[in-house]
């Protein structure tokens, strides 16, 4: 991504995303970030931004914070015409200081420390005032604890004020002016003339507005763009030479002569991340295939997408991707239906058929759709659709796809489901004795078939391991969206963060909730063993505060600092070669305050290992690891008393527990 984007010319990525971090499943855009756990969200902004900047380009973290739904994330205008009237307030996200720390801001901690050049308010409002003009987590949690030495940009119209943003810490305003917003209600910009207005009345000071322009200009130089950058692609919106904006006749019309060719050989990477990001999650010994003659596939995602952006509504179409501003259109895309044809031809299948139409496959006798006797394997693909700026209603597949499930596995007795979802789907036919295989493919971009069929042929074993719970029941989840306030008073919209550190497997484990799939799992055609856990102390007198340091890029410099390392053997003890996962929990002693979840993901690994072999495992354990944020001294403490470290291939599957006791009383 980071070549792509430089090739283009473009100086700034809008990525990574840690907001949402996954607080509620139905959240619509949280398969634009990671994993609903802030841990393994941190250590992916830190790689995703180090990627972004070593080629040149300036990461974006966002959406800087608690920006856990988008349900009425924007504020309602007036009907009159003006934005500087609203009728309703944008939601308020309320959450209590522990809440913010030890999840939300967690992973926007590690992106100041792989120091991100940028980071973009959020629409909603947080504790009452407006992502892009709060100060608190603007001035205070963001420059002054974290250190965040780069600029502050806004969301797309999330800006509602000028002075007051400017001094809560907002250094840019984008689109520059109110965008669509701006021009539908002629209204410029917030900033513009009125900053060089507001320093020559005296309201706001120059010397903030230098530190702005010092904030936006140095990534610039930092990163060498002033040297050697390429030149801005011609197709590049508003500055497109060869098919300008106005004679768009649909969306992104990019295709002209001038549009320059990043791609290289990247659609290897996009292969290898396809099959990396999909997780077995049943297999009765279905997979990986076994050179079936007669194979039938179902279901409306298995084949070419009707359009290929932006594809909610589409019935007929495998899903590349979710919708709104994070999607993209792909140049090429390789379809599931493709790639299984191809594949299946080199292992001697002798027919494939596909029946792609969702309400017929239900409405039909499956016996009088299929050509002569039951198919050796029945590959069912259902899609999922979810998009920014609207939550999902439901956390079932689309397009009846349950009910394909259940009609197909009713007559054959090898149906193996797989799913292209933006996340969770509670997946009710999971335990059908005739499911004898289930794949989340997730979204996986344009080489989707290939990625596919390298997991069902084993030339890729599995090792994706989901970043969230699969629960029974969507109502087993904690911290639905706040939905339905019909009510219309300006600060009706209120979401207030009760559940605190409970949301996904923290809450699954503090409830102690059965799951149909805990965060973590994922299966693989061989199978892995831990042993030998050892947990050394890498400082002799480790204190529950950490020492006060001048502040750096991710805050106190202390709290990066490891003082435990825990070791394990880990070995491939099945008959295939491929990747475990192996994963550190976390217990806190006693003594750590009320609220504090059983179990809190520390560590992990993705080890390759031939079959039979055996590999040590290192997890470092840092101070902010063993430490809970203590909301009267403010700072990251470890407690007293002993802690269970949890090791094993996902949050409920633990195999090896050891305690160690980090500071004595
Ligand atoms: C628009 O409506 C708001 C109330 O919603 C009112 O305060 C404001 O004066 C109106 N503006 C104009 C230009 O009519
Ligand atoms: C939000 O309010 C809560 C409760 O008063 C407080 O603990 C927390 O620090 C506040 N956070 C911000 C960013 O204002
Ligand atoms: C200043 O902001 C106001 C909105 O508050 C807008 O109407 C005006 O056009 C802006 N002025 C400039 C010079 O951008
Ligand atoms: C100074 O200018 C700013 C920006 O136009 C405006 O918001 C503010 O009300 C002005 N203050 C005074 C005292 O005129
Ligand atoms: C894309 O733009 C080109 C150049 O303006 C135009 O000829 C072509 O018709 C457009 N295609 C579509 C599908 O809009
Ligand atoms: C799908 O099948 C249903 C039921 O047979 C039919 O009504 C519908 O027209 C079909 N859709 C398409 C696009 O053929
Ligand atoms: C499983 O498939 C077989 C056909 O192979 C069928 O007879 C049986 O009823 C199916 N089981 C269920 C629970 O639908
Ligand atoms: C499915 O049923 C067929 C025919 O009864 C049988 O030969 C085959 O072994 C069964 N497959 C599975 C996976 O149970
Ligand atoms: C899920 O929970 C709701 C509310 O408790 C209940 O009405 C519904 O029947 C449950 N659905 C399933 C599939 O268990
Ligand atoms: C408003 O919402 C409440 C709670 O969701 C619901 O009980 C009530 O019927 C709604 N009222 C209207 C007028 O829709
Ligand atoms: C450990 O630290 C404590 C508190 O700083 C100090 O009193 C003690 O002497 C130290 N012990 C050793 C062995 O350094
Ligand atoms: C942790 O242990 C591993 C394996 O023994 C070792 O390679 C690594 O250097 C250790 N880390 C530290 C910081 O000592």
Redo the contacts with the bound molecule.
Sequence with gaps: MGQEFRAKGAHIALSPVAGPLGRSAYAGRNWEGFAADPYLTGVAMEETITGHQDAGVQATAKHFIANEQETARNPVY?????VT???VAAISANLDDRTMHELYLWPFANAVKAKAASFMCSYQRINGSYGCQNSASLNGLLKTELGFQGYVMSDWGAVHTGVASIEAGLDMNMPGGLGSYGSAFGVPSYFGGNVTLAVNNGTLDVTRVDDMIVRIMTPYYWLGQDKDYPTIDPSTPDLNTFSPISTWTREFNLTGESSRDVRGDHSKLIRKHGAAGTVLLKNNGALPLNSPRNIAIFGNDASEPSKQLNQNNYEFGTLLAGGGSGTGQVSSLVTPLQAIKERSAQNGTKLVQYFLNNTEIVESDLDDLWIGELPNVCIVMLKTWAEEAADRDHLDVDWDGNAVVENVASKCNNTIVVTHSSGINTLPWADHENVTAILAAHYPGEQSGYSLTDILYGDVNPSGHLPYTIAFNGSDYNAPPTTAINTTGYFDWQSWFDEKLEIDYRHFDAQNISVRYEFGFGLSYTTFNISDVKAEALETNITAHPEERKVMPGGNPALWESIYNVTISLTNSGKFAGAGVPQLYVGFPESTPAGTPPKQLRGFEKVYLEAGETSTVAFELMRRDLSYWDIISQQWVIPEGEFSLYLGFSSRDIVETHKVTVVSA
């Excluded at 007036?78 to 003006?82: E, F, I, L, V």
């Design positions: 007036s009907k009159n015409g003006t009237d609203t009728d």
